[in-house]
């Protein structure tokens, strides 16, 4: 049988049955548990509908920090942090990286920026505005070298006006583009006809008593 302690008119502690349990027993606080008002760990990332791309190249890392609406949210993504500290131009130390780290990490824009303006950084960001704006530079120059081709041989650059290579006399590309769609089925005919004279001419050579005149025979009439 169970007993609880509980205290009598006179204040000694007696034993009492527990058969009938007051409900006082039954109604119990317990402080510990899920709490009503849960501090939040740390800040939501935010809802993306694609993943950001990877970074290779200073240019790269400038065309991020223009398409983002700000220094704190471009610099919030791992893949750009993680190419900071690996980059061949400049990479940042763990050091130079913590504070913004700190940054990122409470959501401190002017944080950022302060991180932003130090030598280091103001470097790297230099750096990565002149690799973009001199692949702008760059894209005019582009469009008139698109004026010569490159000999698929020895590869020279030739006029566009030029049908063959002015080094090794190789036809242009573009020049045998058309004259292959003009001949294309002469081609392919004379393809046939060489697999069926080399199929002939094997099995005749495989014949011991094949002579020299049947060989001459066929290889006339394979051309035909």
Not at 69 to 89: D, K, Q, R
Not at 152 to 169: G, V
Not at 210 to 224: E, K, R, Y
């Amino acid at each position: 049988m169970a007993y609880f302690q509980e205290r009598d008119a006179y204040g000694n502690e007696v034993g009492v049955s527990a058969r009938r349990v007051p409900v006082a027993y039954l109604l119990v606080d317990v402080p510990v548990g899920v709490a009503r008002q849960p501090p939040a760990p740390h800040a939501p990332p935010p809802a993306r509908s694609a993943p950001p791309p990877a970074l290779h190249s200073l240019r790269d890392l400038h065309r991020h920090l223009e398409a983002a609406p700000s220094f704190l949210e471009a610099m919030s993504e791992l893949h750009v942090l993680l190419y900071l500290c690996t980059n061949e131009a400049l990479p940042l130390s763990l050091s130079c990286m913590s504070p913004l780290l700190a940054a990122v990490r409470a959501q401190d824009a002017a944080g950022a920026e302060r991180w932003r303006a130090g030598p280091q950084p103001a470097t790297l960001l230099q750096l990565a505005r002149a690799a973009a704006e001199g692949e702008g530079e760059m894209s005019p120059a582009s469009g008139a070298g698109a004026a010569l081709w490159t000999c698929a041989l020895c590869t020279y650059h030739n006029a566009a006006d030029l049908r063959a290579c002015e080094m090794c006399a190789m036809p242009s590309v573009v020049s045998c583009e058309g004259e292959a769609r003009g001949q294309q089925h002469t081609e392919r005919k004379l393809s046939t006809r060489c697999d069926t004279r080399r199929c002939v001419l094997f099995v005749l050579s495989l014949r011991r008593n094949a002579t020299a005149a049947d060989i001459t025979h066929i290889f006339n009439v394979s051309q035909t």
